[in-house]
């Protein structure tokens, strides 16, 4: 028997025509979570560049990257056609279309960006950053749920939702899995792997790591998640984010590799 959608306002706070919505506060809860979070992380490695100083210099940058790649990515990886019909559309932001996989890559500009022009490791500085990233992950998981979207595919298990737009059929919250594997577990396991001096010293293999379990973790969840509808599957079998999450994978591993040879001394 599946769960009847919660019923849960996406319109967080109205002030007059003012809307304030949960998906707004979800970017803003997890920009200013992960910078406390990253400064606090950086606290327990003194002595070293990112420091404290770093983590909140380099916030608006983050935003910046963070929203300009995730439309950028959406508009190249998963909608081009009607991108290039309705060019006037790709700044519009607010009716939604953001990839994470983009904002990935805009984050990355601004790593390598902002440590060069300060003189130190960009390696360093995105295994800060991708140590924080789950924070940001997790809560905007939760908001595609309130929002009803993102949905999983048709199921009978227990715990199927009927989605508002899912077509009146019971579905898997594919959004709460995500928020589960890519936020809560990953946080976990990258706290757990920045309290290891030897993994730590090592440039760029916590970065590696947040990669390959995030790519592993979308791969996975992409089987139930609903197909995006102007694209459907690819090969009859997978979605265009686990395609992405291959590239992911790849360059998880390099960087790994790359920091096991090239630990330095804290």
């Known amino acids: 028997m599946a769960l009847p959608f919660p019923e849960i306002d996406p319109v967080a706070l109205s002030l007059g025509p003012f809307q304030i919505r949960w998906y707004a506060l ?9 910078w406390k979070y990253a400064i606090w992380l950086a606290n ?7 420091n404290a100083v770093d983590a909140d210099n380099i916030l608006p940058w983050m935003v910046l990257g963070v929203i300009l790649g995730g439309r950028l990515g959406y508009v190249l990886f998963y909608n081009l056609g009607y991108y290039i019909d309705n060019p006037l559309h790709i700044p519009v932001i607010w009716e939604g279309g953001m990839s994470f996989h983009g904002g990935l890559l805009g984050v990355a500009v601004v790593c390598i960006a ?6 130190f490791s960009a390696l360093a500085l995105g295994d800060l950053i991708a ?6 992950l ?12 993102l949905f999983g595919r048709v199921t009978n298990v227990p ?8 077509g009146g059929l019971p579905r898997h919250p594919s959004q709460l899995y995500e928020a589960f594997l890519e936020g809560i577990v990953l946080f976990f396991v990258l706290l757990w792997c920045w309290r290891q001096p030897k993994i730590r010293q090592a440039p760029g293999m916590i970065f590696g790591i947040f990669t390959i379990g995030y790519a592993l973790s979308r791969f996975v969840v ?33 960087l790994i590799a790359y920091g096991r040879k090239h630990r330095t001394a804290e």
């Not at 327990?44 to 990112?50: D, I, S, V």
């Not at 715990?159 to 899912?166: C, N, R, S, T």
């Not at 690819?234 to 590239?247: A, D, S």
């Open 44 to 50: 327990q490695a003194p002595g070293r560049r990112p």
């Open 138 to 149: 997790f809560f905007g998981r939760l908001a595609n749920f309130i929002n009803g979207e």
């Open 26 to 34: 979800a970017y803003l809860a997890g920009f200013i979570g992960g």
């Open 222 to 254: 992409e089987f139930f998640r609903e197909p995006d509808p102007q694209i459907g599957l690819i090969l009859q079998y997978f979605t265009m984010g686990q395609i992405l999450c291959l590239p992911m994978m790849v360059a998880g591993g390099l």
């Open 131 to 136: 140590t924080v990233v789950p924070i940001g």
């Open 159 to 166: 715990w199927a939702v009927y989605f508002p737009y899912g």
């Open 114 to 119: 902002y440590a060069r022009f300060y003189k």
